[in-house]
Structure formats: C-alpha cells, structure tokens
C-alpha cells in the first residue's frame, strides 16, 4: 500500500506562474489537509476537505486553493506564485473526519518560489 | 489564543539513557494534545495523542507521554535512547474544531 504520494517531489517556480500540487491516498480515507512547513514555524493547515465534494479553509488558506472532486485526490493549486510561498508542502489524510483522528502524511514538495 | 510551545529547539542525549522532549500548551476547554515525529526528508509520522482518559499515554516506537493539566504540560518521553531516535519532533493541539496547531519542533540527537 502507498499510502500518501505526492508530486512533485520539489519545484522552482517563477513568480507569477501557476503550479497544481497533486496528492493521492489509496487508504480510501474520508478527509484530507494540505500544510505548509517553514522553517522556525512548524506546521500550518491551508485547507482542509471532509469528504469529496467539500473542503474547508485553515490558518492560512490566502493564496491557494483546492478541490476535492473523488475521494483519493486532493490537488493544491497556487495561481499566482509569490516567494512567500516558498515552503514545504505536506499532504495528509486520516480516515475519520475529527482532527482528534490520527492523521497520515505523504512525503513532502519542496516549492521554491524566485 | 490556543497554542503549543516547544522550548527547546535541540535535545542531546547518550544513547542508552532516558530522553525527554517538553512540550507546554494553552488552551481554553480540554486539551487534544499529539505528538509526532519527522525523520529526514519525510513527512510527520503519528506517535501518540491524549483525547481523554489515562494521564499517561503510550505510544509508537517506545515512546509515552504524560499529561499535566496543573503544568499544562505533554512531555515526550522514552526510557532508552536509541540513536535512529534522532528526528525532529512536533507537538500539537487541537484548536477549535478545524485546526491543529503544531509546536516549532524540537530536534533530537541520540549520540552513540
């Protein structure tokens, strides 16, 4: 079993351009994060998603966006790169819909934005 | 504001010996405290949370940790360091109903 995957497994972006960070979980779980690791901040949520066809804003949702049309994929869109956006990005998911529920996380991109 | 802080940014110890990575929180209402632990270029693996009950919470790879409501503490604690221990850690608690906060992180060296 995979697990999480995510892709790509790191990107240099031009400011300004668009970008799709793509993740896949194949343990058919229920709700799905995207975080944003920076150094000396740990980990914040950007968005969040329940269930397929829903999803949610997190502590620092400006910038980017989301869609959860199945329940395997959720894709990370940043539209309009800045370098602020220059961050780790990780995916999870957990099988119940509670952020008490254990959550699995995929391996990471690392997205720099110039 | 509800929160998690880690104050030590790097935990050194001898392999073989206890180890503890300290963890403090701020919330209003009962807390939902977890750890987790980061290897290199990986993402956070689960190791352990209190949602209710025992004090003491034991959890993946030997790890346990015990809730302090008077200290507002979840310390992480092993009894026997072992050097693949080396990692960074993250505390977190869960804030409102949408949101876990973590910590900064604490990285731990096991030295041989």
């Known amino acids: 079993t995979a697990g999480i995957t995510q892709a790509p497994t790191s990107q240099i972006l031009a400011a300004g351009r668009s970008m799709t960070l793509r993740c896949t979980q194949d343990?058919?779980?229920?709700?799905m994060y995207w975080y944003r690791q920076d150094l000396g901040l740990g980990l914040r949520l950007i968005h969040y998603?329940?269930?397929?066809?829903?999803?949610g804003k997190g502590e620092v949702p400006d910038g980017y966006s989301v869609s959860r049309a199945n329940t395997d994929d959720f894709p990370l869109t940043l539209a309009s790169a800045v370098p602020s956006q220059t961050s780790v990005y990780f995916c999870a998911s957990s099988e119940g819909t509670s952020f008490t529920d254990t959550q699995y996380f995929g391996p990471g991109t690392r997205l720099t934005v110039l | 504001a509800q929160s998690v802080a880690q104050p030590e940014d790097q935990v050194n110890v001898a392999e073989g010996n206890p180890l503890t990575v300290k963890c403090t929180y701020s919330v209003s209402g009962n807390p939902y405290l977890f750890w987790y632990v980061q290897y290199p270029n990986r993402g956070l693996q689960f190791l352990l949370k209190y949602i209710t009950g025992d004090n003491l919470v034991k959890g993946s790879y030997g790890f346990e940790a015990e809730f302090n409501k008077s200290q507002t503490s979840f310390h992480l604690k092993k009894p026997s360091a072992l050097v693949s221990d080396s990692a960074l850690y993250f505390c977190a608690v869960l804030t409102g109903a949408n949101n876990l906060f973590f910590g900064t992180g604490t990285r731990l060296t096991v030295i041989p």
């Open positions: 343990m058919r779980h229920n709700a």
């Open positions: 998603s329940n269930t397929a066809g829903t999803t």
